[in-house]
C-alpha cells in the first residue's frame, strides 16, 4: 500500500513537467476520485445493514441449522464464537485506530461486512443468533463507523492538500516540488 | 465540528468506546443468562427427581390416595404451575388440578413430541432435552420437565399390578415451574449492566473530554490567543505553563516576532 503511495507521488512529480492544463486535470481527476473513495465506509455500512436484516429475519431462505449441522458437523459453541467475536473486535477497532493515526490508506471496509457476516451465521448455526444478534450489530456498526471515519478523514485531509496543490498551480502555473508535504 | 481538534479527537473515542462496551455488554449478558436458564433447568430436573423418589412406594404398593395427596401438595407449592403424572398411553393419571386427571394427551404436543417425534419413541433423553419452556394461559412463562418413570425390577415383578419386563417406561411426570424469579433476576441483572456501562460510559467521556481540555484545547486557546495579541502588539510576552510541546512552538513564535520587531525597527531607522 505504502509502495502505491509512493508511485502515486512519483506519478504527480512527473506530472509536474506536464503542462499545466493536465496537471491540473490529473488534480481535479484525482480530488474526484479521493470524494468517490471517501464515500466507501458508507457504502460497507449499507450492506452490513442488508445483511443485518437477513439476520434478524432468521436467514428465511437458508436450510434449517439441524440439516447444515447434519452435513457439515457441530459447529462451535456459542461461548467460543463470542470469545471469537470480542477479540475480533478488538482487533479490529485497534488495526482501524492505528491506520488513522499513521494516515495509510487502506481499503478494509468490505472485508469487514465479510467477517460479520460469518459471525451472523455461525451464531445462525449454532442456534444461538436471536441471543446475540445485537452484539454482531453492535460491533460491525462500531468497526464500520470508525472505518467509515477513518476512511472520511483521509480523504477529507488528502482533498485540501490537492486543493491547495490547484490553488499553487493556478497562481504559480506550477507545482510546488519543493513541498514534500503536498505530495502525499 | 470535525475540523477542530476536539471533534477530531472525541468523535472515534465515542464510537470505540460505546460500540465495544455494547458488544460486551450483550454478550456477558447472554452468557449470564445461559448459565442462569441452565442453572434453573438442572434444579428443575432434580426437584422432577424429588417428585418421582417420593411417590415411588406408593406407585410400588399401587396406593392411588397417597399418590394423589402427594401430587396435590407438590402443586400447592408456590411457584410450581402444574404438577400431573402420565400413564404409558398418554392419559393423566394423577394431577394437582382435578379436571386434568383422565384426560389424554396429544402425543404430538409440546413435551411429548421431544420422545413420540419417531415411529419408535426415544427412551432415554438428557437433563437438557427434558425441559421445555412456553407461557401458560395466565401468560406466565412456564419451565417445564417431562421426566420419564422406568420400569424397574420391583416394579415389573410387584405383586399388586404387572408390567412386563420390556416396558422401558411406565409414564412420565410432567411438572411445570414459575420462571418468574428466574426472569426477575435476570431482568435486575440486566438492568444493574445497563447502569453499569451508562457509567463507565460516561465516565471514560467525561475522562477524555477533561484531560483533552486540560491538557490540549485550552493551552491551544492561550497560544491561539498569544498569536492574534502579538500582532497588534509586538511587546505582548509569550504565555507560561503550557505544556512542553505548545511552549516550543509559543517560543519559536517569540523568537521569531522579536527578530521580526528588531528588523523593522532597524529599517524604519535606515530609511531615516
Partial sequence: MEQSENNEAVTLRNAACHTPASQRKDLLDEIKRLRRFSNRGLWALSLFLVVSTLAWRDFWFLPSPERIVAALGAPPTAMVISLVLVLYTFSAIILSLSRMMAGIRHRSSFCHVGYLCVFYLFYYFAEALPDNYWAVFGAGFTILCTESYRIWTFCNDKVTKKLEQLAFLERNGRLPNDDPGLFD | ?272
Fill in chain 2, 1 to 272: 465540528m470535525f475540523d477542530k481538534i476536539a471533534g477530531r479527537a472525541l468523535v472515534p473515542v465515542g464510537i470505540v468506546v460505546t460500540g465495544f462496551l455494547v458488544v460486551c455488554f450483550v454478550l456477558l449478558y447472554s452468557a449470564i443468562k445461559n448459565v442462569v436458564i441452565h442453572d434453573s433447568i438442572v434444579q428443575a430436573n432434580n426437584l422432577a427427581g424429588i417428585v418421582l423418589k417420593s411417590t415411588r412406594h406408593a406407585m410400588l404398593k399401587s396406593d392411588r390416595t397417597v399418590n394423589n395427596a402427594i401430587i396435590q401438595n407438590i402443586g400447592e407449592q408456590e411457584g410450581v404451575q402444574h404438577v400431573r403424572i402420565f400413564n404409558k398411553k398418554g392419559i393423566v393419571a394423577f394431577s394437582a388440578k382435578g379436571d386434568e386427571v383422565h384426560r389424554q394427551v396429544d402425543k404430538k404436543a409440546e413435551g411429548c413430541v421431544v420422545c413420540h417425534e419417531k415411529t419408535v419413541p426415544v427412551t432415554t433423553l438428557g437433563n437438557m432435552q427434558k425441559a421445555r419452556t412456553f407461557k401458560n394461559g395466565l401468560g406466565k412463562e412456564v419451565l417445564a420437565i417431562t421426566a420419564p418413570i422406568y420400569n424397574e425390577p420391583e416394579c415389573a415383578n410387584a405383586a399388586c399390578h404387572v408390567h412386563p419386563v420390556s416396558q422401558k417406561i411406565l409414564g412420565t411426570l410432567d411438572i411445570g415451574l414459575s420462571q418468574e424469579a428466574t426472569l426477575s433476576s435476570l431482568a435486575s441483572i440486566r438492568l444493574q449492566m445497563i447502569l453499569f456501562s451508562i457509567l463507565t460510559l460516561v465516565l471514560t467521556t467525561a475522562g477524555v473530554i477533561t484531560l483533552l481540555k486540560m491538557i490540549v484545547l485550552t493551552p491551544m486557546q492561550k497560544l491561539q490567543e498569544y498569536t492574534e495579541r502579538s500582532e497588534q502588539n509586538s511587546n505582548v510576552s509569550h504565555p507560561t505553563g503550557l505544556p512542553y510541546e505548545l511552549d516550543k512552538i509559543a517560543k519559536s513564535y517569540y523568537f521569531i516576532r522579536n527578530k521580526l520587531t528588531e528588523t523593522e525597527r532597524q529599517s524604519v531607522k535606515s530609511t531615516r
